[in-house]
């Protein structure tokens, strides 16, 4: 009998469950801002990422509403973005009552269409959001020379991205703004979690209020001041100490997490290489500088996507599409827009694939399923 291959499995370090129970049992649980992992985790990465200022935070979604914020992003704004994302992207925007713009994405990578950002910039355009698709870099040449020539802040969602580079600099780390995903589904997770990552030192003050509730509470701790009080607008987006702890182990391992992502990847380019007669792989040349996030697969048409979808469910492998295009939802189309067809964006929609990549992922078994599946494609004559 086949073993079900799960779509994702995350990795935990095996100290977590001590550390835990250490923090615990301690005469007091941290669980605000300002304590020991919450500290760690931030620099960590800032060393890590060389980057001015990390904040952890409870999501990738609270990173981006608090990027919003930060922004001064308002009703009457417009933010352009990919419409092939996640939800929180928008949403993120659409709480501070302005308007996403939605941008069609590269048949090559799937990131957004760096010669669409320009000819969408209005008088009312306050920011790009670029997303990284599957730890793939957006060309961060074109669409930072267009944010600069046009006044406009850069917000990268590298929500699927961290460790991935762009001519050798972190993803997160090259905008104005930064937003990291640690969910359950990204390489590496505290269960949920996020990171803030802040490029302008003129931005961190006010990054500090945001995150902590609206207060100057990082100062007055800081400085050990008497008392702290309310500055300006804010929510809870930082996690708690436990949060925090388990993050800090997690990115402890993150190379060697990283550098077996991404072997998998390659097994799989290289030995489904027989699928390139039906199917779009990834670019290869941007590769080199990927996290290993994901291996998708973009079949000729909708009818084989799903029918190939089919198969390798019933062969218990657990595979999945991906984003329905936010343009094409009954709240996207109220409360965006777009000045262009999105045409890539809703032929990718029908026709991808993603298979299962996590740490111990038994890739042979996948790719000897996929096999038997090609060959029954053959038989019946589908290819």
Known sequence: MKKIIPFNNAHF??????KINKL????FIQTAAGFEYFKKCNELIEKKLNVKKCYITNSCTAALEAAAILIDLKKGDEVILPSYTFVSTANAILLRGATPVYVDIKNKDLNINEDLISRSI????????VVHYAGFSSNMFKIKNIAKKNNIFLIEDAAQSFLSKFNNKYLGTIGDIGCISFHETKNITSAEGGALLINKKNLIKKTSIILHKGTDRENYERLGKKF???QGLGSSYIPSDIVCLILYYQLKQSNKVT???KKIWMEYYKRLNFLKKIAQFQDIKSFNQSNGHMFYLILRNKKLRDYFLKELNANKIQSTFHYIPLHTTKFGKIHGKKKFNLKVTESIYNRLIRLP???DVDYNAVIKRIKKIYKKLIIEKLI
């Open 13 to 18: 370090s095996k100290v977590i469950p001590k």
């Open 24 to 27: 615990l049992n301690a005469e």
């Open 122 to 129: 209005t008088k009312k355009t306050k920011a790009i959001i």
């Open 228 to 230: 702290y009080s309310w």
């Open 259 to 261: 550098l077996k992502r």
């Open 357 to 359: 990549l996590w740490y």
